[in-house]
């Protein structure tokens, strides 16, 4: 199954090994890969998605009417999750407002649009924090990942989760390994191919400053073998820079789907990311090529994520090839821009056959997101069919690169068995396709887990609210005890006191309290019976004057005083914050709402660092999820709340202010 | 059950049911044609009623659950089971009992279970073993081979297709001939009444009914249906687990007592080219739908049924097994698919599952 063979690849001897499964697909890069990459014209208008991220929505900076300058920030992070984004051209904004964006959902969402003025200029960038990539190792990796962050670099494999998280794995977690994902196992995408070919001495630039970032040894960069020029191009680069040492590219066997997070890992260094887990518990991080180029851009040369290399092709676009785009180009001036559609298009799709999703409009824009913008003609992705019933015929389980047995996934998901199809280990479905793709009763199997996934969060959602609201009602029940009790208990004290002033001292002795409070009260009686004596005149004022010291002494003893009181309430809340932080903002914001004061301090902390793994780990869900991820469920950034990685403690710790970002992010994903 | 596709892939489909049917039936063909040659001609009659028949009665029951019936046929899982009984049945079968084994097969233990894909038991085996059952002697009467030797010894001459036709359908036999003389024990038949008598193995291969390692004529129907099981492993539409488990289990335990016994129990390849351990390892038990799902499930149900297989020929009641072990371990198959899960990615090698 997943034993190991070593392979010896032109470069060097790296032993490599497998994961179960996987599907060889006629991989169509011949249709856009032979041209050279182009500059996309700049559009006359600019459509910038403020979420192109996982994460909270970035915030808007600018107004409409306001001149922006190429790379200047228009909104900015909310949290330690979000990235900012920058404008890609010069120009004005015209309106924010939301606009159709790339989802599966076909929803609109808020965006920035510019009218671009043609002169392209550039706003001051922040300056290099290097001039060459062997002085990267004078800076603090801090200095570079908050220079990262700033850039508004995200994941650009397709699933946009913010780099700089991801370049933050901890000190508790010592690194050794960089994984360079370039081997893009989507058939028709070619951007990454020609990225390494083109820009190949960038994307080393980029593995030199992340090693130094996670301080890791090696680099090793995995390219499929369908793409053998990129792999010279990197080879050479890494000679001509010298750091043959520390950087290394693996060629390995083109198999869908290699280029998935775990499964290169896998490949590269034979080790398997946990369920749940993130690389970075094995001693892993890996990066895209595209995201490595950006960092490189980032640092040498200040420069924003503001562009990025997109593959239109398929076979119904005349002249497919790829294309350096400005961030919120409208889809359709890269088809305008490849000759328009030729004959008969079935579907339109962004990202690759299959993961992408399946766009209702070519009018929408490019995001950090976004690799290829397909268009398939009927042959290509012909309608399968009405699905057959089952025959069992076991190949999805054949293929399937988690060694899932999608076939009782499916019984169980279409009876919504929620508990069963969990006990098959749902949530490692990584969502590849490969199970639908080989499947002869044409059964729409990512369909059905997509659906038993969505239908399980909701109802993990549902049950953490009932949860929620039970333990909220209890805590708020013991407390209004609590305070009848202690009113009670204050009123009888007053009253015994009053009592004792008037009758002897040894009936306040008698008096039903705890030790320490009654040795006060004894201590107390005797004085004012000495006082008593003394003058002979006792009045009433006099003895209330002596009792009221001894209420609240004795309600300090007993640990509840009215002001305390409180606090005990928070703590007694604080579990349930923590359980219900991580997936059900929307009740942590209704709750803040409510308790303001309480829940403020001390009850957002635990539901952070409850959260930054959870997200975290869902990136490492990463490639093959990533499009899907984007794929209408949000699975990610939910997949967050089932995670529940103690990882990531670190960026929690790191940036507690984020916290409540966080709830508000979950609050913006769910919806 | 129609669900328009809106999630991803959107890659073109690499498999189709039907395609699957044909390529099954396809590989059927050398081991048709061998049947043939040695059986005459009513191997091939009694594919075609037997396909008449399925078609008919899957068509019928489909109408009757109100359902469309033309995706159902046009599946061709009717025709592999017609065809699968069809090459079980002797070559001279009464139409009739053809008609009540499909019957059985298609209507009970196909659609009333739900049809394709919900039957846990292989509806060929179910419909031969609810014949062998039920007749006995009817369906354990094959032609002896046609091999010319043998016939000059018994003095005989093969059935005509017209005499074929008119046997099946009215159950006359050529003039001056008796069913005495026409039919013929097979080899592994012949083996258990010797050996009961007390013969040696050495003895017993001195029959003509032996040939080189497995009974005379039926050993090249063996290879036959081996070869068609070639092709379907190089079309990938089986995998080597469940024809490897099954014959490497039968020719284990068949090793095992030959070893201890040579002259009490036949040489191993005997049970492998005799009878319908081929046809039922590459064919038969290999039947996704009421097959074991997880490959190391897959190996322990095959392996499983190699060895029911020598279980009942050896000590059992009827001559051959493979229908009774597939069954049989038909229902062993959701327990097996239930311990056999593989270790999923990601998850630590000694972690015990829920489920």
């Known amino acids: 199954m997943s034993g190991l063979r ?78 900012p984004v920058h404008a890609s051209s010069s120009g004005t904004v ?124 090696k680099a090793v960069i995995g390219v499929e073998d369908n793409k053998p020029e990129a792999a010279q191009a990197l080879r050479t680069a890494i000679e001509s820079a010298a750091v043959g040492d520390r950087v290394e590219v693996a060629v390995i066997p083109t198999l869908y789907p290699s280029g998935g997070e775990k499964q290169l890992i896998r490949i590269l260094t034979g080790k398997e990311v946990p369920s749940h887990g993130i690389p970075a518990q094995v001693g892993i991080v890996c990066q895209n090529v595209g995201t490595t180029a950006a960092v490189a851009d980032a640092v040498l040369r200040g420069r924003p994520l503001i562009e990025r290399l997109v593959t239109v092709t398929g076979r119904a676009v005349a002249e ?29 799709v962004s990202g690759g056959p299959m993961m992408g999703f399946r766009l209702e409009t070519d009018a929408v824009p490019i995001t950090k997101a976004t690799n290829c913008l397909l268009a398939l003609t009927t042959d290509e992705s012909p309608d399968p069919g009405p699905a057959l019933p089952c025959i069992r015929c076991g190949r999805c389980a054949e293929v399937c690169p988690a060694n899932l047995l999608p076939q009782q996934l499916y019984w169980h998901a279409r009876a919504k068995e929620l508990d069963k199809v969990q006990d098959f280990n749902l949530f490692d479905c990584i969502e590849c396709g490969c199970c639908a793709h080989v499947c002869p009763s044409h059964i729409p199997l990512v369909q059905y887990y997509r659906f038993a996934k969505t239908e399980s969060w909701a109802r993990e959602q549902e049950k953490r609210a009932a949860d929620h609201a039970r333990e909220r009602h209890a805590a708020r029940e013991a407390r209004l005890e609590r305070q009848e009790r202690e009113r009670k208990a204050k009123l009888r004290k007053k009253k015994e006191a009053v009592a004792g002033g008037a ?34 005149k006792a009045t009433v004022a006099k003895t209330e004057q002596a009792a009221q010291p001894q209420g609240s002494d004795a309600a300090a003893a007993s640990g509840l005083p009215p002001v305390d009181e409180r606090k005990g309430a928070v703590l007694a809340d604080d579990p349930a914050a923590s359980r219900t932080g991580s997936g059900a903002g929307q009740q942590g914001a209704e709750r803040q709402g409510a308790e303001q004061p309480v829940a403020e301090g ?29 794929a209408g469920e949000k699975p990610v950034a939910e997949q967050a709340a089932v995670g529940e990685t103690p990882a990531a403690e670190k960026p929690a710790a790191e940036k507690p202010a984020g916290e409540r970002h966080l709830a508000r992010r979950e609050t913006a994903v769910q919806e | 059950m129609t669900m328009t596709i809106i999630s991803s892939p959107h890659s073109a489909r ?81 139409w009739w009992m053809t008609l009540l084994g499909i019957l059985f097969a298609i209507v009970i233990v196909k659609q009333l279970y739900g049809g394709i894909g919900y039957n846990p038991f292989n509806p060929a085996m179910a419909g031969y073993v609810f014949l062998l059952i039920s007749y006995p002697v009817a369906t354990t009467s094959w032609l002896p081979p046609d091999v010319s030797e043998l016939l000059e010894a018994r003095d005989l001459s093969t059935l005509s297709f017209v005499d074929s036709v008119r046997l099946i359908f009215t159950g006359a036999l050529p003039e001056g001939l008796t069913w005495d003389a026409v039919s013929a024990a097979t080899p592994l038949d012949e083996l258990r009444t ?88 590459f064919f038969i038990a290999t039947d996704p739908v009421s097959a074991c799902t997880t490959r190391r499930g897959q190996l322990i149900y095959a392996a499983l049924i190699g060895v029911t297989v020598f279980v009942i020929r050896t000590w059992g009641g009827y001559p051959d097994a493979v229908a009774f072990a597939v069954l049989l371990l038909n229902i062993a198959v959701p327990m097996i698919d239930q311990y056999s899960q593989p270790r999923v990615f990601g998850h630590g090698r000694g972690e015990r599952k829920k489920a």
């Open chain 2, 14 to 94: 690499v498999n189709r049911v039907d395609q699957v049917m044909v390529q099954v039936c396809l590989a059927l063909i050398p081991g048709t044609a061998a049947l043939v040659w040695f059986f005459g001609w009513g191997v091939l009659i009694n594919m075609a009623l037997a396909t008449v028949f399925a078609v008919t009665a899957e068509a019928l029951v489909m109408k009757l659950r109100g359902r469309p019936a033309l995706p159902a046929i046009s599946d061709y899982s009717a025709v592999v089971t017609a065809l699968l009984f069809a090459l079980t049945i002797p070559p001279t079968l009464p």
């Open chain 1, 6 to 83: 070593s392979i010896l690849d032109g470069g060097g001897q790296r032993k490599l090994w497998h994961f179960h499964g996987g599907v060889h697909l006629p991989d169509e890069k011949g249709l856009s890969n032979r041209q050279p990459i182009a500059d996309a014209p700049l559009p006359s208008q600019l459509v910038i998605p403020l979420q192109q991220h996982i994460g909270a929505p970035a915030r808007c900076r600018v107004a409409v009417g306001d001149r922006v300058l190429k790379g200047q920030l228009i909104a900015e992070p909310q949290g330690y999750i979000s990235s």
């Open chain 1, 320 to 348: 497919p090839r790829n294309y350096r785009v400005p961030i919120g180009a409208l889809g359709e001036t890269l088809i305008a821009a490849s000759g328009g559609y030729r004959g008969e298009i079935a579907k339109l």
């Open chain 1, 602 to 630: 001390s009850a957002a902390e635990p539901s952070a660092a409850g959260e930054t793994p959870a997200a975290e780990g869902s990136a490492a869900g990463e490639k093959p999820v990533a499009e899907g991820s984007a």
């Open chain 1, 94 to 217: 015209v309106a924010i407002e939301p606009r159709p964006i790339p989802h599966p959902s076909g929803l609109s969402s808020p965006c920035v649009v510019i009218e671009t003025d043609g002169e392209d200029r550039w706003a001051e960038l922040p300056a290099p924090l290097a001039e060459r990539p062997e002085q990267i190792g004078g800076c603090d990796p801090a200095v570079v990942r908050d220079r990262v962050r700033a850039s508004g670099i995200v994941g650009m494999g397709g699933a946009a989760f913010p780099s700089n998280v991801k370049l933050n794995p901890g000190k508790d977690q010592p690194i050794e390994t960089l994984v360079i994902n370039g081997a893009e196992c989507e058939p028709y995408i070619t951007c990454d191919d020609l990225l390494m070919r083109e820009q190949a001495s960038d994307i080393i630039d980029g593995v030199r400053i992340m090693l130094h970032v996670i301080a890791a040894k």
């Open chain 1, 503 to 536: 009758a002897a001292s040894a009936k306040v002795g008698k008096a039903d309290r705890s030790t320490k409070g009654t040795e006060t009260d004894k201590q107390a009686a005797i004085e004012a019976a000495r006082r008593r004596a003394a003058e002979k």
């Open chain 2, 194 to 281: 010797m050996l009961d008598q007390g013969k040696t193995i050495d003895m017993i291969r001195e029959s003509p009914l032996w040939g080189l390692f497995g009974g005379r004529g039926w050993e090249w129907v063996g290879a036959s249906f081996l070869l068609g099981g070639l092709y379907l492993l190089w079309r990938r539409v089986i995998t080597w687990h469940i024809p490897v488990a099954f014959l490497g289990g039968l020719l284990a335990v068949a090793a095992a007592f030959w070893l201890v016994d040579p002259q009490g129990y036949p040489f191993p390849t005997f049970h492998l080219f005799s009878g319908g351990a081929i046809l039922g390892a």
